[in-house]
């Protein structure tokens, strides 16, 4: 009888293992994968970050941590969510706390006039907290973020959406309870997840013209919102740990609601005695060239101006040591090398002219652009977007034939006047960056089958091979480290009226 019954219990509990182990690998195919290639990074590091960037969507396309690694050596990660209030990003910074211990905190401002402490979207409470595994930190913060009246009173009028995902402290802590019924969306990436090459961050492509109307820095929101308190609480938190703190208003064109919030942090950082950049009072990005979308959020051109500005300014004001010879960090070598090949293949996925002219800027690479068709030079968001690459708008006429950024370079050198008539003549000019040369072998004669070919070259180093006689009005030839990335081919005509720049037919090549 004895026998019989230790059977039973150790066969209830070799049940109970496989259930348990079932439902964790059942748990870790269903859930989406958004927040676990977010984190992956962050949690396969041993090692102590030097920087974290809070907040929001904002800090996602603003705060690029593989660029101040390069230049800079900071070891930083990217924590900002998607619609993060400061409530969420408290919870979020808390729950980071407990794997690592930086020298700094960058806590971005936006969004303190809310005194709701989550966003009405709940899949973003998942983004935020679905990696970090189940500890008293990640119960305090699903207990305290599900107690949310003010969101619950604004759903129940309208104010705010209902979300399509019961808001539940259960679906937080167990998230298969949630996405068990995933079945019929399960894809490629929930077997091999996709890694988040960025350190969090997320580049967003695209590039819109927008506008601000800016306000007097002395008019200011009124305090006491339930964002200001978390975030006091996340500054004397930091405080209490001996990590230091630097606010931040990361530019976007704002309206007036926003200029308002970021004006009133300047007098919570001077309480608390710490640093602040309202990038709203700084001319560090381009409305005409530096913006996903017309409201709120950078594209890679903007994020790279802010993370060099960020970069700068951490490295003077905080004692943030330059990882770059520390064997400890040798692995974030190989993790530039895949960012940069990342951005190779969003450079070679591009259609659009204005996104692919937009992602050239602050690049470390060597661009060289031959413009065929003269039109294009009438359009003055296209004339922006060449001046963001680093030429001198001054010095671009109806007659420039090239526009030619070497890496290492500020300044782009214009060049005007090379190309002519002549089918066989060798056309070179001396410049800042040295002789630049272009080869017209109009004929055919030195490349037999190629009539109308034509080559530029940079002290004897050929970067561009194009052909007179095709379609293409703009060849672009982008290179790093002596190797060809792209050479992209844009087909297109300016309309007379709008001089709307219409491109036809893109070849990458």
């Avoid at 960025?198 to 008019?219: H, Q």
């Avoid at 930091?238 to 004006?263: D, H, M």
């Avoid at 359009?379 to 030429?391: H, R, S």
Wanted: proline share 3%; charged share 25%.
């Amino acid at each position: 009888m004895m026998l019989r019954k230790i059977k039973i219990i150790l066969s209830c509990f070799v049940t109970l293992c496989l259930t348990v182990c079932i439902l964790g690998r059942l748990t870790d195919l269903m859930e989406r994968k958004d927040s676990r290639s977010k984190y992956a990074d962050f949690f396969e590091q041993k090692d102590n970050f030097n920087v974290l960037f809070m907040g929001t969507s904002h800090v996602i396309n603003a705060v690029q941590p593989m660029e101040l690694w390069d230049d800079y050596g900071i070891v930083s990660y990217n924590l900002g969510g998607h619609g993060n209030r400061i409530a969420t990003t408290y919870w979020t910074m808390e729950n980071a706390l407990d794997y690592t211990t930086p020298d700094l905190v960058v806590i971005d401002c936006y969004s303190v006039a809310y005194s709701m402490k989550s966003y009405d979207i709940f899949s973003f409470i998942h983004l935020s907290l679905d990696a970090f595994p189940l500890s008293p930190t990640k119960v305090k913060a699903i207990w305290d973020l599900l107690d949310d009246p003010v969101l619950e009173e604004n759903i129940a009028s309208g104010k705010a959406k209902k979300s399509d995902e019961p808001r539940t402290k259960i679906g937080l802590l167990w998230d298969y309870s949630v996405y068990h019924s995933r079945w019929m969306e399960l894809t490629e990436n929930d077997f091999e997840p996709e890694e988040n090459l960025e350190k969090g961050a997320e580049s967003r492509i695209n590039v819109v013209r927008s506008t601000m109307e800016k306000i007097d820095s002395s008019i200011k929101m009124k305090g006491g919102t339930l964002s200001e308190d978390y975030l006091r609480r996340m500054i004397e938190d930091c405080q209490s740990r001996g990590i230091n703190v630097l606010l931040t208003y990361l530019p976007f064109p704002a309206p007036e609601s926003k200029q308002r919030e970021a004006n009133f942090i300047s007098d919570l950082a001077e309480e608390y005695g710490v640093n602040y950049i309202n990038f709203l009072d700084l001319d560090v990005i381009d409305l005409d060239t530096d913006c996903y979308d017309d409201t709120s959020h950078l594209n890679p051109s903007g994020a790279r101006k802010v993370t060099a500005y960020l970069g700068d300014y951490i490295t003077r004001n905080y004692p943030v040591m330059d990882q770059r010879h520390n064997l400890t960090y040798s692995s974030w070598y190989d993790d530039y090398r895949e960012y940069v090949e990342l951005k190779n293949e969003n450079l070679k996925s591009q259609e659009k002219l204005k996104s692919y002219l937009m992602l050239l800027s602050g690049e470390k690479a060597d661009i060289v652009i031959d413009v065929r068709n003269k039109d294009l030079y009438k359009n003055e968001w296209m004339m922006d977007l060449l001046v963001n690459i680093g030429a001198a708008r001054e010095e671009i006429t109806e007659n420039t034939d090239f526009i030619i950024k070497m890496n290492g370079h500020d300044k782009a050198v214009v060049i005007d006047g090379v190309r002519n008539d002549d089918p066989g003549v060798t056309n070179a000019i001396e410049t800042e960056i040295g002789t630049v040369q272009l080869n017209q072998d109009w004929t055919g004669t030195e490349h037999e089958g190629e009539e109308g070919y034509y080559s530029v070259s940079v002290n004897g180093k050929e970067y561009l091979t194009g052909n007179s006689k095709d379609q293409f009005g703009l060849n672009i030839s982008v290179s790093r480290d002596d190797m060809r990335v792209d050479t992209a081919r844009f087909a297109y005509v300016v309309d007379p009226n709008s001089l709307e720049v219409i491109v036809s037919e893109t070849v990458h090549e």
